[in-house]
Nanobody, 125 residues
Framework: QVQLVESGGGSVQAGGSLRLSCGASGASGSFNRMGWFRQAPGKEREGVAAIGNRGRVREYSTSVKGRFTISQDNAKNTLYLQMNSLKPEDTAMYYC??????????????????WGQGTQVTVSS
């Protein structure tokens, strides 16, 4: 049904920037709730940023607030995560997630029903 494909990951030095993209397709309705999650080896999946209400509301985890920006191009059904001032602790596999029928934001993995395969982000010191 819904397919999410992440891109833009890579390796960067601390203090650098990356922009992740997530293309969404296959849903009959609009992609109202979308988010970015990350998971480092040996750790649980963590909500990073979320966008909802057709892009009108945003939510960020404390660890990335002020450094990351989530945005959405509704015409293209594409989600973005601009990551600035990257730190080594940002190193993780980053996943795009969507809940097309829901409208608010959430940083809980259980509130999303579609997931991409992930893109690796590695930040070196």
């Amino acid at each position: 049904q819904v397919q999410l494909v992440e891109s833009g990951g890579g390796s960067v030095q601390a203090g650098g920037s990356l922009r992740l993209s997530c293309g969404a397709s296959g849903a009959s309705g609009s992609f109202n709730r979308m988010g970015w999650f990350r998971q480092a080896p040996g750790k649980e999946r963590e909500g990073v940023a979320a966008i909802g209400n057709r892009g009108r509301v945003r939510e960020y985890s404390t660890s990335v607030k002020g450094r990351f920006t989530i945005s959405q191009d509704n015409a293209k059904n594409t989600l973005y995560l601009q990551m600035n001032s990257l730190k080594p602790e940002d190193t993780a596999m980053y996943y795009c997630a969507a809940a097309p029928a829901l409208f608010g934001t959430s940083l809980l993995p259980r509130d999303y029903n579609y997931w991409g395969q992930g893109t690796q982000v590695t930040v070196s010191s």
